[in-house]
């Protein structure tokens, strides 16, 4: 790190550092006792430091056998995804394999773009956030779980700061 306590020339070019991005804000949205979770998804809003607007993900997630992906373990889960109605010719969701030492899934985003609610770009809070993920609720995301986000009466998390966000980060291999 440099005397800013930002990546320095060296790291960056080690691990092939995208450009910093700044601070992005995020809440996410569920019941108290997790009713989306469990059943894979996800909702989040999320704001990055310098935009107009923030995006509303709504994020289907399917486990990897074992951790691992495998070629045996990713077919399994896009056999699964298929099952639940996420394949190729569906455009409104991108699928990307996200692993890290905890835990490797197949992902679904849905990203949707909302304008932010007030000249600081600030994002909504509690009730505003739910009505704002309410409003744009996809609905395979209802269709999965026999509800909607109105029904279901989920709450906002309070606002997380991730700090020092990069745009990419290549994967190095020893060599």
């Keep these: 790190m440099d005397a800013e306590e930002q990546p320095s020339q060296a790291l960056t070019s080690r691990f092939k550092l995208g450009e910093f991005e700044g601070t992005e804000h995020s809440v996410y949205v569920d019941t108290p006792d997790r009713f989306y979770d469990p059943r894979g998804w996800s909702i989040r809003s999320r704001h990055k430091e310098g935009e107009d607007s923030y995006d509303v993900t709504f994020k289907r997630r399917a486990e990897l056998t074992d951790n691992s992906v495998s070629k045996d373990s990713v077919d399994r889960a896009l056999e699964e995804a298929r099952d639940a109605g996420f394949d190729s010719s569906d455009d409104n969701y991108a699928a990307q394999v996200n692993a890290s030492y905890a835990s490797t899934t197949l992902d679904f985003?849905?990203?949707?773009?909302?304008?932010?609610?007030?000249?600081?770009?600030?994002?909504?809070?509690?009730?505003?956030?739910?009505?704002?993920?309410?409003e744009l609720e996809p609905g395979k995301l209802s269709k999965a779980t026999g509800t909607s986000i109105a029904e279901v009466g989920p709450v906002a998390s309070a606002t997380v700061e991730h700090r020092d966000t990069f745009t990419t980060a290549e994967v190095i291999t020893a060599s």
């Design 109 to 134: 985003n849905n990203k949707k773009e909302a304008g932010c609610i007030d000249k600081q770009s600030n994002l909504p809070k509690g009730d505003r956030t739910v009505d704002i993920a309410a």
